[in-house]
């Protein structure tokens, strides 16, 4: 199943880097080229369609990868494109050293990863070591052989409980809904053994503690290493580790513990063993290779824990992307999140939308507290008027910030995708209560006036999400050259944020004072002000604009800071 290439062997080498590094005297960017850069999100699935069978592929991300270059990015985390049934879009691999065909192949890889660097743009992959797919290999095998093969031990195959092992081992419930624990049946056909899946039923997680598991991922590392990709972004990297003995959690709708307590089988020290292991493989690699924690955990500070200096070199900052739309409670996450970081010396990481959750012009359309998963699409004149000014602020901020692909055209959620088109196996096993994940996951719009708007070669063509017909403002074409578009919005603050020599980069923020409603503060000689009121207000200007989130009126020396706004000052 595996795909070979004759040249596998050639270490990332991003045209740009020999600047990035001989920059490397010049303050604190220069100690990695990760503490300051902005990486953007693409879901293949989603991002282009190259040959007109509705879903995004290899090829096509290859084919915008200028797009991503002039809109000013470092580089781009890809989520998977492994060979996969699709159960969870990808997050269910099959074969970690293959492309499915859906995507393209191994050398389409081999030819983005390729032009990326030539760009000068470096590239992140997805990594999903907690769990395979059903369909793995070694999962089938499992099963075909029966109780006492050797491979069930790299799963967690286990006896039920009752008088014939009728009940699942141990009370744990599936992210996605439902019990964790799913019952086999033996090559003979009576009821067997249940494996643990923390995910979907075809989501097994693996038994880190089988020193197979352990040398297979390494192996996995050094396959995408030697192909020339510059890091990882570790998949539920919080979970691979569970206690001893998998011990009942004793409490029900655990969904809602996550991210107050600490559970069983997320965020067990055991888990920081493994990122030391791999630290020193991507320290082996020429070119400063990362790796990146998708860690769920219960504070920031244990989140910092990912991120010592002889573990992964970045963590999603979740805490921040959960944050409303509210000055005060914003400076409290800022705040949190620099101080985490500074004892461990990473960078602190931003992030306002990914594929897992509803994108944040729709979140702020909505009212504060409803969480990350929004069916509703609120006032979206509003969301997209916040968006503007929490991006800019998101961008101002010290360290690296991740940004999701469609979120620079100011995208919303597709909050009313009928439900026989839906596909997220979250909305499915919750019954449709939750996990509205495919809305944040509707094609991209690139040009034209019909759908799939560029996304796929032609008009009128398939795209596997539906788009709505409003997109067809929102293109890529529509909004290059409009000065009041989001994407150029984005591309001017990319710009700027590139060239200043006070933003990306650092440790801390100078607060200045303000009123309620208001946040403002310095670096060096560069200030950010922001108000999430919905009044304007009137401050001193303390320089020249140098970007702003909505126009912005100077008034008797003063200047009007309008409601959900954020502007760039030079002082
Ligand atoms: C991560 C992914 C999500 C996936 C889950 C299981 O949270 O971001 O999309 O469903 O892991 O792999
Ligand atoms: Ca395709």
Redesign the pocket.
């Known amino acids: 199943m595996t795909q070979n290439l004759a040249d596998t062997s050639r270490p990332a080498a991003p045209a740009a880097e020999s600047d990035a590094d001989s920059s490397a005297a010049n303050g604190a960017a220069g100690r990695g080229w990760w503490r300051d850069a902005v990486i953007y999100q693409v879901y293949p699935r989603s991002f282009a369609d190259s040959n007109g069978d509705g879903m995004g592929d290899l090829p096509g991300v290859r084919s915008r990868l200028p797009y991503l270059r002039d809109l000013g990015v470092d580089a781009v985390w890809l989520s998977p494109f492994y060979a996969s049934p699709q159960a969870?879009?990808g997050?269910?691999v099959a074969d970690y050293r293959a492309v499915d065909p859906m995507f393209g192949t191994l050398l389409d890889a081999d030819g983005l990863i390729r032009d990326a660097h030539e760009l000068g743009l470096r590239i992140i992959v997805d990594l999903?070591p907690?769990?395979s797919s059903d369909q793995h290999e070694w999962f089938q095998r499992a099963l075909r052989e029966g109780p006492g093969s050797p491979l069930r031990d790299r799963y967690h195959f286990k006896p039920g409980k009752g008088a014939d092992g009728e009940l699942p081992p141990n009370d744990w419930e599936s992210?996605f809904g439902g019990p964790a624990w799913t019952r086999t049946v033996d090559p003979d056909g009576t009821p067997g053994d249940w494996y643990l899946h923390l995910?979907a039923p075809e989501?097994p997680d693996f038994n880190w503690e089988n020193p197979a598991v352990a040398d297979e991922f390494r192996s996995i590392l050094r396959f995408w290493l030697d192909m020339g990709v510059d890091g990882f972004r570790i998949?539920?990297a919080h979970g691979m580790v569970k206690a001893p003995g998998l011990p009942d959690l004793g409490a029900h709708d655990q969904l809602k513990l996550l991210g107050n307590d600490v559970m069983p089988f997320f965020d067990q020290d055991g888990v920081h063993a493994i990122y030391r292991a791999w630290r020193r493989i991507l320290e082996e690699y020429p070119g400063q290779r990362i790796g990146v924690a998708?860690a769920w955990t219960p504070t920031v500070q244990r989140t910092a824990n990912y991120v010592r200096p002889d573990e992964l070199h970045q963590a999603f900052n979740f805490q921040y992307l959960g944050t409303s739309w509210d000055a005060a409670e914003l400076r409290e996450v800022i705040d949190l999140s620099l101080d985490s970081m500074r004892p461990v010396d990473a960078p602190t990481t931003w992030v306002l939308s990914?594929?897992?959750v509803t994108r944040h012009a729709t979140r702020f359309a909505n009212e504060p507290g409803l969480g990350t998963q929004i069916r509703t699409p609120g006032d979206r004149e509003l969301g997209l008027r916040r968006a503007r000014a929490a991006s800019l602020l998101m961008l101002a901020l010290p360290g690296s910030a991740y940004v999701y692909q469609g979120e620079e055209l100011g995208l919303p959620d597709v909050t009313d995708l009928p439900d026989e088109v839906r596909q997220d196996p979250?909305f499915f096993r919750a019954e449709g209560q939750d996990g509205f994940?495919d809305g944040c996951r509707v094609p991209i719009p690139w040009s034209g006036t019909e759908a799939p708007y560029g996304f796929g070669p032609t008009a009128g063509g398939p795209s596997w999400l539906p788009q709505p017909d409003s997109w067809a403002g929102l293109s890529v074409e529509v909004q290059t050259g409009d000065p009041t578009s989001t994407l150029e919005l984005y591309r001017s603050a990319l710009t700027i944020r590139r060239s200043h020599p006070d933003l990306g980069a650092g440790e801390s923020v100078e607060w200045l004072e303000t009123g309620e409603h208001l946040l403002s503060f310095r670096r060096g000689s560069f200030v950010c002000t922001v108000n999430t009121g919905s009044e304007p207000v009137r401050i001193a200007a303390p320089g020249r604009i140098l970007l702003s989130s909505t126009e912005a009126v100077a008034v008797e020396g003063e200047t009007v800071l309008p409601a959900d706004s954020t502007i760039w000052w030079a002082v």
Do not use: G, K, L
Request: proline share 0%; aromatic share 12%; no cysteine.
């Open positions: 969870d879009a997050y269910d999903v907690n769990h992210i995910f989501q998949d539920v998708e990914n594929h897992d979250s994940r």
